[in-house]
């Protein structure tokens, strides 16, 4: 993998919460794996899982 000093990748994590369907995003923290049980929701008592991992490159 090749890193550039020019460019920031800035990753993601969407949550999901099966029980009331809303979704968060928050910034990756080194672990998450998609699918897997995630943390509380915050706006019912349901648990998130983790429903998408993306990436975005910054140019500067
Ligand atoms: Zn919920």
Same mark, same amino acid.
């Given at each position: 993998?090749?890193?550039?000093?020019?460019?920031?990748? /800035?990753?993601?994590?969407?949550? %999901? $919460?099966?029980? !009331?369907?809303?979704?968060?995003?928050?910034?990756?923290?080194? @672990?998450? &794996? /998609?699918?897997?049980?995630?943390? %509380? $929701?915050?706006? !019912?008592?349901?648990?998130?899982?983790?429903?998408?991992?993306? @990436?975005? &490159? /910054?140019?500067?």
């Amino acid at each position: 993998m090749i890193f550039s000093k020019e460019k920031t990748t /800035l990753a993601y994590t969407i949550e %999901k $919460c099966p029980k !009331c369907e809303k979704l968060h995003k928050r910034d990756f923290s080194e @672990g998450d &794996i /998609l699918f897997t049980i995630s943390s %509380k $929701c915050t706006f !019912c008592d349901g648990i998130t899982t983790i429903e998408k991992i993306f @990436g975005e &490159i /910054l140019e500067r």
